[in-house]
Every structure is written in C-alpha cells, then in structure tokens.
C-alpha cells in the first residue's frame, strides 16, 4: 500500500530544491559560483578531454559524473543538476524521516524532517548545490541503520548493516574524499561508542 508519506517527503525535496536551491530554472544562471566550475568539469569529463592536476581538488569522479550526466540532459540549463538534487534530498529527507521513526510517531517524524529543511535552506545560508549536498542521502541512509543498530533491541550491527555504512562511505569519498574521511571517523566513534552500550547492558 502507498504511504502518503512519500508523497509529503517528494513534494518537500521538489519543493525546497525548486524554491531555494540557484540550481533552479527560478534563478539566473550568473548566480552559480562552485556548481558552474563543477558543471564544466563535468562536460570536459563526459567528452573524454583530460584535466590538469590541480583539477580533482579535494573532489571525486563521482561528482564530475553526476555533473557529466546533468549536461548531458541539459547542456546549456542546470536543470539536470536539479533533477539530480531533487532525487538527493528524497533520499535524505526520506532516510531521516526513517530514523526519527524509530523513536517518534508519524506526525512527529513529518514534521522534524520539515524543521530539518527550514533550518537546512535557511536564506541565511548560501543555497548554491556543492559537493557536500550529493554526499547527504548516504549520510542520512547511515545514520539511519547506525541508530537502529542501537534503538532496536532485536537489531544489531550485522552484515547487511554493515555493508550499508561502509558502500555510503565509499561514495562519500568518491564525491568528496574530505568529507568521506570525516565521516568514516564519525563511524568509527559511533560503532565504539554503540560497543561501549551494548557491553554496558549484557
């Protein structure tokens, strides 16, 4: 059966992404600083050319792709750099809805996500699509299966779980390999801090 929630969190994600983000056809094109030097690196990329060795910087090939597969459906607009973020905050909208599940009811959860993406888009804040931003479903997909190693009693830190936050690691890297090391260290103290807990409670 379909969960009405999806829809709210889909709508949310286009929502935001279409009325915040400058990636958006609502906004003028000059507006864009890191996601128009991403956007030719993207097309150099995907025409096979070779960049100079300061190219990468701390970013990774999966970054030039995504931007490499938007100019492709759209050359000349960013729009494919949007359906890109639309697709990236379903996903992290959805997976922290997901984890505020397990320890809220519906109506609650809802609604974190949607203080989560005020506080997030926040006019303050500059709204331009980074690296970081495509780094946020994989992000939210493991804290998620973190937490729920903990919360669940039936749970535990298995396998599957496992495979999860190490792929979302990888990726994380291969975006953006500073944010992969933050986030593998993160990990790390997280699954010390869930043994500690769980040797705690036997």
């Given at each position: 059966?379909?969960?009405?929630?999806?829809?709210w969190?889909?709508?949310?994600?286009?929502?935001?992404?279409?009325?915040?983000?400058?990636?958006?056809?609502?906004?003028?094109?000059?507006?864009?600083?890191?996601?128009?030097?991403?956007?030719?690196?993207?097309?150099?990329?995907?025409?096979?050319?070779?960049?100079?060795?300061?190219?990468?910087?701390?970013?990774?090939?999966?970054?030039?792709?995504?931007?490499?597969?938007?100019?492709?459906?759209?050359?000349?607009?960013?729009?494919?750099?949007?359906?890109?973020?639309?697709?990236?905050?379903?996903?992290?909208?959805?997976?922290?809805?997901k984890?505020?599940?397990?320890?809220?009811?519906?109506?609650?959860?809802?609604?974190?996500?949607?203080?989560?993406?005020?506080?997030?888009?926040?006019?303050?804040?500059?709204?331009?699509?980074?690296?970081?931003?495509?780094?946020?479903?994989?992000?939210?997909?493991?804290?998620?299966?973190?937490l729920?190693?903990?919360?669940?009693?039936?749970?535990?830190?298995?396998f599957?779980?496992?495979?999860?936050?190490?792929?979302?690691?990888?990726?994380?890297?291969?975006?953006?390999?500073?944010?992969?090391?933050?986030?593998?260290?993160?990990?790390?103290?997280?699954?010390?801090?869930?043994?500690?807990?769980?040797?705690?409670?036997?």
């Open positions: 059966m379909f969960d009405k929630h999806l829809l969190i889909l709508l949310l994600s286009i929502g935001t992404v279409l009325l915040y983000s400058n990636d958006s056809f609502l906004y003028d094109l000059s507006s864009h600083f890191d996601s128009a030097w991403f956007m030719q690196c993207g097309k150099w990329m995907v025409q096979g050319r070779i960049p100079y060795v300061d190219f990468a910087d701390s970013k990774g090939p999966l970054l030039w792709l995504i931007y490499g597969i938007s100019s492709l459906i759209s050359p000349c607009t960013h729009l494919g750099v949007c359906v890109f973020s639309v697709i990236s905050y379903f996903i992290a909208y959805l997976f922290s809805y984890t505020l599940r397990l320890l809220c009811d519906n109506s609650q959860s809802i609604l974190g996500v949607i203080l989560m993406a005020i506080i997030y888009w926040n006019p303050l804040f500059m709204s331009e699509t980074r690296a970081e931003h495509f780094t946020f479903p994989v992000v939210s997909m493991s804290l998620f299966h973190l729920k190693s903990i919360v669940q009693k039936e749970s535990r830190f298995d599957q779980n496992g495979l999860v936050v190490g792929c979302s690691v990888a990726i994380s890297f291969l975006i953006k390999w500073s944010i992969g090391a933050m986030f593998f260290g993160f990990v790390l103290a997280f699954l010390f801090i869930a043994s500690l807990l769980s040797t705690k409670n036997r």
